[in-house]
């Protein structure tokens, strides 16, 4: 589990970062999808080019598999041993 907490300041000026984090509540996010959000952060208030890798203040798809995270297989813990069945992530 993660909790993040952004800076009102943030949230005022990119109203599309709060919406982002709401929409992906019980998704899957990886290191790398915080790593960017944190160079986002650090870059303010320059824009992110649309060619960067995705962070947490991007839609990020709730149906996604571990190889379109880039995940490899041995370290997809959602799909070891039922974890991903039984434990939906779901909207």
Partial sequence: ?????VPAVFLHERPEWHEALEQNTKKMVTAYELYHAMRQLALWPAQREKTEPLSI???????????????????????????????????
């Fill in 1 to 5: 589990m993660l909790y993040v907490l």
């Fill in 57 to 91: 203040f991007d839609h990020l798809k709730s149906d996604r598999s571990c190889k379109e995270a880039g995940i490899p297989e041995e370290f997809c813990a959602c799909r070891r041993n039922g974890w991903y069945e039984d434990h939906s992530l779901g909207d």
